[in-house]
């Protein structure tokens, strides 16, 4: 069964993003997250040396992050949904695509993990997550490259990989800067710089796989994901949504893998990191 696409749907979906952007807003969801990240005081309120700063929805950073992430994924999809019957149609262009995505990605998770030009770094375990995976599949013949497939697929799996890496990287780094006194007395120890920050990082990056192996030990049992539930939609047996799903099961548990080993070896290393208060980027 297809959702039909007219009002009704329309008034549900309104209904329901008033309905989080309310909840977000009464239970003041994510108040004080950006001084957490970032050492300055939250906007919307004052602080030592700050002063009156923009005011957000409801008095809730993420009441308004849900009213704009709402919007913008309507807006996106009604973009997208006219623009991907025509860049199947040349493979340069269904390429293009698929590099948009990543480079959406890589921007998207840099900059929830950290507030300086570190950002870019992102991109390196979304690749490297990302781009094997891929090669295979384009390789052995399971996706060709003009396939519209392709997309549906790249897509699955770059998102995967930008979970992972926000997940981790924000993990790893809240985790150094609540504990940066056990960091300097690893270094007084003796360890190097990025030994000392692996000890304390890595258990904290390392819960960004959980929900991962959740949804795999948990399929079929407690939900039926997307790509079964889209297979079955489209017409495919059950046994051959089974397989797609599968797939796509291991395959995210493979990119989240190493997207999260590489951000957690990024942020060890000093590539990724948040200016403390009072620090110019460029130092």
């Given at each position: 069964m297809v959702l039909p696409v007219?009002?009704?749907?329309?008034?549900?979906?309104?209904?329901?993003?008033?309905a989080a952007v309310s909840v977000a807003a009464v239970a003041r969801l994510?108040?004080?997250?950006?001084?957490?990240?970032?050492g300055k005081p939250a906007r919307g309120g004052t602080g030592e040396g700050g002063g009156k700063g923009r005011k957000t929805l409801g008095g809730s950073p993420h009441?308004?992050?849900?009213?704009?992430?709402?919007?913008?994924?309507?807006?996106?999809?009604?973009?997208?949904?006219?623009?991907i019957g025509y860049v199947v149609r040349a493979v340069p262009l269904l390429l293009t695509?698929?590099?948009?995505?990543?480079?959406?990605?890589?921007?998207?998770?840099g900059r929830r993990i950290t507030h300086n030009r570190t950002w870019r770094w992102a991109a390196a375990p979304i690749a490297a997550g990302v781009a094997p995976v891929i090669a295979v599949l384009l390789l052995t013949g399971l996706v060709a490259v003009d396939d519209i497939a392709l997309i549906p697929v790249s897509?699955?799996?770059?998102?995967?990989?930008?979970?992972?890496?926000?997940?981790?990287?924000?993990?790893a780094l809240d985790e150094l800067a609540a504990r940066h006194g056990e960091v300097e007395a690893g270094l007084a120890l003796g360890l190097p710089d990025r030994e000392a920050r692996l000890?304390?990082?890595?258990?904290?990056?390392?819960?960004?796989?959980?929900?991962?192996?959740d949804q795999t030990r948990?399929?079929?049992?407690?939900?039926?994901?997307?790509?079964?539930?889209?297979?079955?939609?489209?017409?495919?047996?059950?046994?051959?949504?089974?397989?797609?799903?599968?797939?796509?099961?291991?395959?995210?548990?493979?990119?989240?893998?190493?997207?999260?080993?590489v951000v957690l070896e990024l942020v060890a290393r000093g590539r990724v990191h948040r200016l403390h208060s009072g620090t110019s980027e460029g130092e």
């Open positions: 007219n009002i009704t749907l329309a008034a549900v979906l309104t209904a329901l993003l008033a994510g108040e004080g997250q950006e001084h957490r990240q970032t009441a308004r992050a849900i009213a704009t992430a709402g919007l913008r994924a309507a807006a996106q999809l009604a973009a997208v949904s006219l623009v695509f698929v590099a948009l995505m990543f480079a959406v990605a890589a921007r998207t998770a897509g699955i799996l770059i998102g995967g990989a930008l979970t992972g890496t926000v997940l981790a990287g924000r993990r000890e304390i990082a890595r258990p904290a990056a390392s819960d960004a796989l959980i929900p991962g192996l948990t399929v079929g049992l407690v939900t039926l994901p997307g790509a079964y539930v889209g297979m079955l939609l489209g017409g495919a047996s059950p046994v051959e949504a089974g397989a797609v799903q599968l797939f796509v099961l291991v395959a995210l548990m493979a990119v989240q893998a190493v997207a999260v080993a």
